[in-house]
């Protein structure tokens, strides 16, 4: 009994020097084992219909007289602009933009193919006309018959048109809750299989958004597509979850 008095102290300390090298060892050897995790990609994919259309066009009119190449060219965007009301288009969705004037010279040679001479052959002006409407199908018929215009007398040169959608927030929005809807599924089922469950979410990183045609071949780029050629599009978006597992 004296003896374990006399040495109870040294026995404690004794103690708590073993059980902290315990600690201290057990805490070390832990260090460097990463907590078991999983990550998963989860898939948001949605198809629409392009709600505008953008239709660009322009003519030219070359005289050696400003003033009559300015009348023929607002002749012809007089003519323009009634065919396109006359099928439908409303005015407003019609956006002149301003002519560009550039002028012309022309260089003579000699029969040796010397150049002789140069000069001003003349005004060249170009006016763009631009279709800007949410009514794509009327723009889009009235862009393929444009050969009435060229019959009579306008060159017009009609691009393609291209399509937009004006509501792409609110459908990246749903599209980002269906990729993290899917990468949480995917993440449970994975686990589930393995024999654990989902712990808390420890990282998110969401991918790029890319907007192709529809059923097409079109390749992804690593900052985003964004097509305008299609009137059908496919949109989607990737997100990566990372979790514990318990």
């Given amino acids: 009994m004296n003896f374990l008095k006399t040495y109870f102290a040294t026995i404690l300390i ?25 990550s998963v990609v989860g898939l948001g994919e949605e198809s629409f219909d392009s709600d505008l259309i953008v ?5 030219s009119r070359k005289n050696i007289d ?8 607002n002749n012809d965007l007089k ?16 956006i002149i933009e ?39 199908e009327l723009v889009e018929k009235v862009s393929r018959e444009v050969s009435e215009l060229i019959d009579a007398g306008i060159e017009l040169n009609s691009q393609a048109p291209e399509y937009y959608y004006t509501k792409l927030a609110e459908l990246k929005l749903k599209m980002i809750e269906e990729a993290t809807k899917d990468a949480h599924e995917r993440a449970g089922k994975i ?11 420890k990282n998110a990183d969401m991918g790029v958004f890319q907007i192709t045609a529809e059923n097409s071949s079109e390749e992804y780029e690593w900052g985003g597509s964004f097509n ?7 949109a989607n978006i990737t997100i990566r979850l990372q979790y514990e597992i318990d």
Wanted: hydrophobic share 30%; no cysteine.
């Fill in 55 to 59: 239709w660009n066009s322009s003519f």
């Fill in 98 to 136: 301003a002519a560009n004037i550039q002028k012309e010279y022309s260089n003579e040679y000699d029969e040796n193919g010397n150049l002789r001479n140069t000069y001003f052959s003349g005004y060249n002006i170009t006016q763009s006309v631009k279709v800007q409407s949410k009514n794509v």
């Fill in 228 to 234: 305008t050629t299609a009137r059908r599009k496919t």
């Fill in 14 to 38: 004794t103690i708590a020097v073993i059980l902290t090298g315990y600690l201290l060892g057990h805490a070390y050897m832990s260090k460097g084992k990463p907590e078991p995790t999983i």
């Fill in 191 to 201: 686990a589930e299989n393995g024999g654990g469950e989902l712990g808390n979410l």
């Fill in 79 to 94: 003519l323009l602009k009634n065919y396109l009301k006359r099928k439908g288009v409303a005015d407003s969705d019609i």
């Fill in 66 to 73: 400003l003033k009559t190449a300015y009348a023929e060219l």
